[in-house]
């Protein structure tokens, strides 16, 4: 039976993705979890917070990263520039700093034998130096790792030699959103969920807007309701070298509740300020684990992140940060809460429905997924997913 | 009797004093603490005010409002914690919403 894509925008815009049924089996497989290790976390390049979150000379992010095996420490030196390392003691391997941030001043210690380290990573002391054998301790600074910035997403990759540069890597979606002014913005919100679900479940569930008049009937049951009242339509959707792009915009007669009518009227301010948006909401998939959505504010738009950190096959923990324009006055920052509430309980209500849809999977009643023309990045995820599983 | 708390142009939200709440984790425990009853007649009396206490907080600096002022302000951020339990769950949880303890707001 030949399926006709003529009358399916993105099916016919990019027919190279395919229109069959996907392979559910690295969503639940253990092997496939291993290999993501190997192919996708420890090769390409993953965002790991943002600059503003280590301002000064000394400050320090560590992360312990499960799916790279792996713990990392990204630190602004005296000389204000900000590197990656793996977070272990040259000595015997210990992990050096065991805090998630914090600020030193000009030297971390390692708390088994006190071995020390500069903010460029290199060792400058060694208790009971004179004890040892020849020790190089020019070669035994921390091994560092390959770090960059775009717009101040902190991108980091484990590879030694990676293929591309950040911004080769980024490619469409670096020149789209450079220049953004995302520094403008401050954090706002942020969550943190432990749920029981695959990465992909995860992200494969937030990567589209299908679900919305139904996951969503009691929160946002409007949103982005485009076709014949009933269903979503998306405004557009580019496919990059790995990563995607969605955007969708809203009817005109939507009506919202009784306090988001006043959470917009309070939004409303003197000055406008926009991020570089395709639609009024877009949705991005950075490859492999981050998703950037830009939402179209009253006068400032707002965005959020999300990152999905594998620890198992079945277990993810989902970061989440709201990052909103420094509101002016009370009215703008109660508008602003009103909207972080809204993210927040829809966004319980996926999170839920990820951990359904990760038992369903698991069992293996169902070795497929069927996904219609909106869902076209959902599919082209899974081809760049393959693509990585399949290079050497 | 205890001492008034808001400015005395706000009396009437006295008796709600309780949602004054500066953390978000304190207004949603609050919320899933509550009785729809409760949490409706908070929105009752709260929300027509909502523009009147606007614009008085408005014209305060955000960073240093007077201890008076503070406390409607967080009241204010807690009707909007409570909106979406009045206007769309009719309910003080999310229906269907995930495990409050594994979906945990980081604060400063």
């Known amino acids: 039976m030949q399926t006709v894509i003529d009358d399916k925008r993105w099916a016919k815009k990019y027919p190279e993705v395919g229109t069959g049924p ?7 497989s253990q092997e496939y ?30 992360k312990d990263l499960v799916a790279c095996n792996a713990s990392v420490l990204i630190m602004r030196g005296k000389d204000g520039v900000v590197r990656g390392f793996h977070n272990v003691c040259s000595h015997r391997g210990n992990k050096l700093v065991w805090d998630e941030k914090g600020s030193c001043n000009g030297s971390l210690t390692c708390g088994f034998h ?5 903010t460029k990573g290199e060792l400058t002391w060694v208790s009971d130096e004179e004890n040892f054998f020849d020790l190089p301790k020019r070669d035994l600074g921390l091994s560092p790792i390959h770090t960059d910035v775009f717009e101040g997403f902190i991108f980091i990759n484990l590879d030694p030699k990676p293929n591309e540069s950040l911004r080769e890597y980024l490619g469409g979606v670096a020149d789209q959103l450079e220049g953004g002014g995302f520094s403008e913005l401050a954090l706002m919100g942020q969550y943190k969920i432990d749920e029981h679900a695959n990465w992909k479940v995860a992200l494969d569930a937030q990567n589209e807007l299908y679900h919305i008049p139904f996951q969503h009937r009691r929160t946002i049951p409007q949103f982005c309701v485009m076709k014949d009242g009933k269903y979503t339509r998306l405004l557009d959707v580019r496919l990059f070298n790995h990563h995607s792009v969605y955007s969708s915009e809203s009817p005109d007669d939507r009506v919202g509740p009784a306090t988001e009518k006043l959470a917009v009227q309070f939004s409303v301010a003197e000055t406008e300020y926009r991020l570089p948006r395709i639609g009024p909401f877009d949705f991005y998939t950075i490859f492999p684990n981050m998703a950037l959505l830009l939402f179209q504010g009253v006068s400032h738009d707002y965005y959020m992140t999300y990152n999905f950190w594998p620890n198992a096959v079945n277990q993810t923990d989902w970061d989440i940060k709201l990052y909103c324009r420094p509101a ?12 972080k509430c809204l993210l927040r309980d829809l966004l319980q209500e996926d999170a839920t429905a990820h951990e359904q849809i990760h038992i369903g999977l698991a069992s293996r009643a169902k070795k497929e997924l069927y996904f219609q023309d909106e869902e076209v990045q959902i599919r082209y995820f899974h081809k760049v997913l393959e693509r990585f599983y399949a290079e050497a | 009797m205890t001492a008034q708390k808001l400015p005395s142009a706000f009396d009437d939200l006295e008796p709600f004093v309780g949602w004054a709440l500066a953390k978000e984790q304190e207004r949603t425990s609050k919320r899933l603490a509550s009785s729809m009853e409760d949490i409706q007649e908070f929105y009752d009396s709260m929300s027509p ?3 009147a206490v606007m614009e008085y907080l408005n014209q305060l600096p955000l960073d240093n409002m007077p201890l008076d002022a503070e406390w409607l302000f967080h009241m204010s951020l807690s009707l909007m914690e409570v909106a979406n339990a009045v206007e769309m769950f009719h ?18």
């Open chain 1, 328 to 339: 002016e006055n009370a009215g703008q920052r109660v508008g602003q809460e009103y909207f």
């Open chain 1, 114 to 118: 006190a071995w020390s380290y500069n």
């Open chain 1, 22 to 28: 996907v392979s559910a089996e690295p969503l639940i």
């Open chain 2, 49 to 51: 005010r909502l523009e």
């Open chain 1, 33 to 62: 979890f291993e290999l993501e290790r190997e192919k996708i976390f420890r090769r390409a390049w993953l965002n790991i917070g943002r600059v503003e979150e280590i301002p000064n000379p000394g400050d320090y992010i560590a």
């Open chain 2, 91 to 108: 309910n003080p949880a999310v229906i269907n919403g995930f495990d409050v303890k594994r979906f945990v707001p980081v604060e400063d």
